[in-house]
């Protein structure tokens, strides 16, 4: 007789039942954990200049009428709905609806910064977190300079230093509109950093009443400088000119003005005329920085120096003087005065340089006239047809004897250019 079939029942699962309330459990508090991203809230981190107004806002994606509130970094309730618990009357509600939370900071200091805390009441609740980046700019911009005033030449150093800044200061330097390259160092106190930059410049006279800049980037910051214009000592410079004649030449019988003007820092107090490697003639009237002599004759021929001192030191400038008889018409001597620490002041003459040009043509001459003779005395000698075959000979005697047929000397020809 057959057997009735029997209801299957549920295979063995080896402990299987006992896995799934666990699964669900883990999923119920991985949900019930704040996450910070991907969810339905948004915001924004903050930077904000010392002093001024930070807008913290919670923004909800898809509203569903959850309550928003705001955390500040102690996790204390700064506002719950358009509530606020705080009694911190710096923040002040900007906007509050289903789907926003908006609320400022005024006078914003250092220990605003932080985290602050968005909350959205859902089941699961959500939270997310924006950072409040507070900038303070340096409280001082000062330029300290080792010299207040300084002699060309000298190296100079200058200090210039911002002061209690978040983040520290980039300070860059200008001579003018040139940029320069310094030194900086940083200090940290606490949370706030002191920089300071150092400058060391070789000055000139050049740069007498030139401002230094010292500017700073910060982004708390924009334009902020200070700067400082040098003083600068310097010798004089001295430049003699001709005042009369104008532009003639200077011939004998006829009057001559001189000028020396002389510039500098201080301004030269001390000026006065000499001849050089000789005394100064005595017709020669010297006034101030005047010189005149009223009669030339080639007795003044020579260079006169204008002298001009001050507190830093000494230079002149020369004139080179060569008197021409009265019928003279040719170009004048160009006398070139200049300031020299010394003194070596050079004039050209335009006799000197026709020399030079006579002379190079002269010794073009001579090398035309030596190349003539050269070509003249080795010019060669040629044969006729009567002597063939002495292409080899060494000279013409040698030619006529190995001409081609034994002819004798007597019935060959021979002639010969010289």
């Known amino acids: 007789m057959a057997g009735r079939a029997q209801p299957s029942g549920p295979a063995p699962s080896g402990g299987a039942p006992g896995l799934l309330p666990l699964l669900l459990l883990l999923l119920s508090a991985a949900a019930i954990i704040p996450r910070g991203d991907g969810q339905n809230l948004v915001t924004e981190d903050v930077t904000v200049v010392e002093g001024d107004v930070a807008t913290i806002s919670c923004r909800v994606k898809n509203s569903d009428d959850s309550v928003i509130q705001l955390l500040n970094p102690n996790r204390q309730t700064i506002y719950f709905r358009d509530f606020r618990p705080l009694k911190d009357s710096r923040f002040q509600l900007v906007n509050f609806s289903n789907s926003e939370l908006r609320v400022s900071l005024t006078n914003v200091s250092i220990s605003d910064e932080g985290r602050y805390f968005c909350q959205l009441y859902t089941d699961p609740p959500q939270e997310i977190y924006t ?87 910060h982004p708390a910051v924009k334009d902020l400088q200070t700067q400082r214009y040098l003083e600068v000592m310097y010798k004089p410079q001295v430049r003699v000119s001709q005042n009369y004649p104008v532009q003639g030449l200077t011939r004998e019988g006829e009057p001559l003005e001189l000028t020396c003007a002389a510039f500098g820092k201080p301004q030269p107090t001390d000026m006065r005329w000499l001849r050089v490697d000789d005394e100064m003639p005595q017709h020669v009237v010297v006034s101030g920085s005047n010189l005149l002599i009223s009669n030339l004759n080639k007795t003044d021929n020579g260079t006169y120096r204008c002298e001009a001192s001050n507190a830093v030191g000494k230079s002149h400038a020369d004139y080179m003087l060569f008197v021409y008889d009265t019928t003279a018409t040719t170009e004048p001597a160009v006398h070139d005065s200049r300031a020299g620490e010394e003194g070596a002041i050079r ?47 060494a000279d013409a005697d040698t030619a006529i004897i190995n001409a081609e047929g034994g002819q004798n000397n007597s019935e060959e020809k021979k002639e010969y250019f010289i």
């Open 131 to 217: 950072t409040i980046t507070v900038l303070v700019p340096p409280r001082n911009l000062v330029i300290d300079i080792q010299k207040e005033i300084a002699v060309e030449g000298e190296e100079i150093e200058l200090n210039c230093t911002a002061m209690a800044s978040r983040p520290a200061t980039t300070i860059r330097w200008f001579k003018g509109n040139k940029e320069l390259t310094g030194k900086s160092e940083v200090e940290q106190w606490s949370d706030m950093y002191t920089v300071t930059s150092q400058l060391v410049l070789k000055v000139g006279r050049e740069d007498d009443g030139v401002p230094v800049i010292c500017l700073v980037d």
């Open 347 to 393: 004039s050209v003459d335009h006799a000197v340089v026709g020399g030079v040009v006579a002379v190079v043509v002269f010794a073009m001459l001579c090398l035309l006239i030596i190349l003539g003779r050269y070509f003249a005395r080795h010019k060669g000698t040629y044969f006729t047809h009567e002597a063939k075959g002495a292409d080899d000979a």
